[in-house]
């Protein structure tokens, strides 16, 4: 079994570029994609990225999928900060040894 | 388009049962998996159960094992899951959500999701 380690919260102002950081604590990270989900305060999940580097379509192209090998993890990035970019973030992977669905702890981006 | 709609959700006293439904359009149900994510109050996104497209395979966090059952119904393009033996711990809005991927290809993700049901459980 695997988690995903992301920092709990992040904040930057309107117009900048934020990363956020997803960490696999074993295994490669390259061993299975990771998702990333937007949700804003009230509202269900939505998807933004998938498949570690593919937008749905609809998701502004502000946002971006990485992964890196060296420091076993992804980051999701969101260049041009809107107010409306305010809202909690998950990673999310699969742990095909046990058929398990693996969630990050979620980031809280603040835009102020 | 692909819609999901949970129902079902309530207050329930601890020990209790309930069954969550989530009616889904816009897609051909049966060429998907489909999942069951819960957010307790406060607290982060954690996946409950996936069923296979064909109902014959089903997967739970450990947590729910033995007390939970996802089930689906093609006919109605419908996804369940009976709650039984509830506790305060399960008390959380439940999410339906279109999977993708699968055992078979060694990745799993959901892309689209519902807008929850609210589970109370509590005395």
């Known amino acids: 079994n695997f988690m995903l380690t992301q920092p709990h919260s992040v904040s930057e102002s309107p117009g900048k570029t934020v990363t956020i950081s997803c960490t696999r604590t074993s295994g490669t990270i390259a061993s299975s994609y990771v998702q990333w989900y937007q949700q804003r305060p009230g509202s269900a999940p939505t998807t933004v990225i998938i498949?570690?580097?593919?937008?749905p379509s609809g998701v502004p192209d502000r946002f971006s999928g990485s992964i890196d090998s060296s420091s076993n993890s992804a980051s999701l990035t969101i260049s041009g900060l809107r107010t409306e970019d305010e809202a909690g973030y998950y990673c999310q992977s699969y742990d095909s040894s046990n058929q398990e669905v693996i969630f990050g702890g979620g980031t809280k981006l603040t835009v102020l | 388009e692909v819609q999901l709609v949970e129902s079902g959700g309530g207050l329930v006293q601890p020990g209790g049962s309930l069954r969550l439904s989530c009616a889904t359009s816009?897609?051909?149900?049966?060429?998907?998996?489909m999942t069951w994510v819960r957010q307790a109050p406060g607290k982060g996104l954690e996946w409950v159960a996936n069923?296979?497209?064909?109902?014959?395979?089903?997967y739970y966090v450990d947590s729910v094992k033995g007390r939970f059952t996802i089930s689906s119904d093609s006919a109605k393009n419908s996804l369940y899951l009976q709650m039984n033996s509830l506790r305060a711990e399960d008390t959380a809005v439940y999410y339906c959500?279109?999977?993708?991927?699968?055992?078979?290809?060694?990745?799993?993700?959901?892309?689209?999701w519902g807008k929850g049901t609210t589970v109370t459980v509590s005395s």
């Open positions: 959500a279109r999977g993708r991927g699968g055992d078979d290809w060694g990745y799993y993700y959901m892309d689209v």
């Open positions: 816009g897609f051909t149900f049966n060429y998907f998996w």
């Open positions: 069923i296979q497209q064909d109902g014959s395979d089903t």
């Open positions: 498949e570690d580097t593919l937008r």
